[in-house]
């Protein structure tokens, strides 16, 4: 892995340096653009407005607007000049519940690896974010943002969390939700019940992308001419018909949960246990 950004976690008069490493890579399947009649591919260019001139990258600047309407050209020398770019520090302005931060806020992570000839700080800060049960709320800057974000522990790595800010967070509007709905104590017990039958331990590994493992299949295929799918059913569509009977629905899938049970008792029922450094 390569480091993004190299700097310091200050928290009170403790500085810890660290460096920042991005916790996630995609697994998506590389493509580019072609022309669909004979598979040439499509490159874009940057050019000046009404006329063919191309523009160098290192030639663009950014344009924005004043509060007077008037469009500023901000170069990145210009952006470089804020203090906020000059500061190497992760800064860490509290610690709250781990329970207040709702992960819809939660954005991308990233590893932090101690840089110091003494990981000890390091180490320090960690072990007291497990003991306590809290996340650490930080904010730092990087590719000319501000970050909020939220510092955790995951096995023995302290993790940067990204956070949205509030303002990009949408407030949902749907009418239907506004609605007195009267659900029957006979539905709501069986959900419970379809609920625990369905419960266990999360497992990622036990999940795969379906897309992407297909799409592979399908790349293979044409590069060899072959049918990738030669029964793949027929897309029927999505059709949203209300349940007729939501309480038969509800014991069927129990049912059928129950069934089921016999070639499935390689899964575990879900554990209760002390709540971990997440």
């Keep these: 892995m390569r480091a993004i950004w190299t ?19 995609s697994h998506d399947a590389k493509s580019h653009q072609v022309d669909a009649k004979d598979g040439v591919r499509i490159r874009y260019k940057r050019v000046r407005e009404g006329t063919d001139d191309e523009v160098e990258f290192a030639n663009i600047a950014n344009a924005y607007e004043a ?3 008037d469009t500023v050209i901000l170069s990145k020398e210009d952006i470089k000049s804020m203090p906020v770019e000059k500061h ?32 000890k700080a390091y180490v320090l800060l960690r072990q ?20 909020l974000c939220a510092l955790r522990v ?19 509007d749907f009418p239907a939700l506004t609605e007195d709905v009267k659900i029957r104590p006979q539905e709501l017990a069986m959900a419970a019940s379809l609920i625990d039958s369905m419960s ?43 349940v007729a009977d939501l309480l038969a629905a509800l014991r069927a899938s129990v049912k059928s949960r129950e069934s089921a049970k016999p070639a499935a008792e390689t899964k575990k029922p879900a554990r209760t246990r002390k709540r971990e450094a997440s």
């Design 7 to 25: 700097g310091e976690l200050s928290f009170g008069l403790v500085n810890v340096p660290v460096k920042v490493y991005s916790a996630i890579e």
């Design 67 to 69: 509060d007077s309407g």
């Design 88 to 119: 190497r520090e992760i800064a860490v302005t509290e610690f709250v519940p781990r329970e207040d931060v709702d992960p819809i806020m939660f954005d991308k992570p990233y590893y932090l690896e101690p840089s110091s000839k003494s990981p």
């Design 128 to 147: 007291a974010l497990q003991e306590t049960d809290r996340l650490a709320i930080c904010t730092f800057t990087l590719r000319n943002r501000t970050r």
């Design 154 to 172: 995951v096995g023995n790595v302290m993790v940067l969390q990204t956070l949205l800010w509030p303002d990009e967070i949408r407030t949902p």
């Design 200 to 242: 266990t331990d999360f497992d990622p590994e036990q999940y795969e992308d379906d897309y992407q493992v297909q799409l592979q299949q399908l790349i293979e295929a044409k590069s060899t001419g072959e049918t990738a799918f030669p029964d793949a059913p027929e897309d029927e569509g999505d059709e949203d018909d209300e």
